[in-house]
């Protein structure tokens, strides 16, 4: 746990000091399948928002440019995306667009966790039985409340990373808290969320072989709006006590620390102002 501690303060510090233009060797690689068919006309991704303002679709938001040669199986669920690699047997990332609409919504948790036998290594039960830590969420049930088939589709473990449960039940729960506020503040957000593993990051579970994090991220951007922002948060796979301003930084500095990048579909104006700024207390106001 020492060790985790240790790689949090040196990624950031390493986004603090960090200058010039990051090159990003990236490329896209869409490797999709289709889920298991719910005898339903409904879309599968449930990405249903219109950007009325820019003109755009959710959908092509959400897409997330890795760094080449990364594993990634790319899959549309109910209401979320997923970039599977085969080797962490983790997502790179899940994305989703969350509508205040959606926070209020009056399915219960299903608690129901399920393997993708689509997605190559997706993780089973058994890997996180008696393991020491959570199957945290990346996209949590609690946006999901508007449909049963997103309920569901939610408790894959492809949308799962171990997690340390002082963290899951502590800070992370606390920042999922808060974008459900800040969708119904804003009408709308884009959000993204991933782990982050250093070469110390060597732990694994299970016969799978899951491989722990030492940290998260998540970036939430708010593009609709007439003064467009944005803001991210790094959290050590551990108990995070304190503010969580703390732990935000901007979207670029994320850039900085995974190889990835976010919101590329948006216009370079809008991209450029929500990605360079994140000022905690404008994001949080109410």
Known sequence: ?????????????????????????????????????????????????????????????????????????????????????????????????????????????????????????????????????????????????????????????????????SLNTGAWNTLEAKERQWAQRDSAILIVAGPIYSKDDTETIGKTGVRVPGAFFKVMAAPYLDSPRGIAFVYPNMASPGNMENYSMTIDEVEQLTGYDFFAELPDNIENQIESKASFKEWNHR
């Open 1 to 165: 746990m020492k060790n985790r501690y240790i790689f949090f303060i040196l990624i950031i510090a390493a986004v603090l000091i960090a200058v010039g233009v990051y090159g990003l060797t990236g490329s896209r690689k869409s490797t999709s399948t289709n889920p298991p068919d719910t005898g339903s006309d409904t879309p599968i991704t449930g990405v249903s928002a219109q950007a009325p303002r820019l003109g755009l679709a959710a959908d092509p938001l959400l897409n997330v440019t890795i760094p080449a040669g990364t594993p990634s199986q790319i899959k549309d669920y109910e209401g979320f995306r997923v970039s599977f690699n085969s080797t962490t047997h983790t997502p790179n990332w899940v994305a989703w667009e969350l509508l205040g609409s959606e926070t209020q919504g009056e399915v219960s948790r299903s608690n129901n966790f399920w393997t993708d036998n689509e997605v190559e290594g997706c993780p089973t039960l058994a890997d996180y039985k008696n393991s020491g830590y959570d199957r945290g969420h990346l996209c949590p049930a609690a946006d999901q409340k508007w449909s049963q088939k997103a309920m569901t589709d939610c408790f894959v473990f492809t949308n799962m990373c171990p997690q340390a449960k």
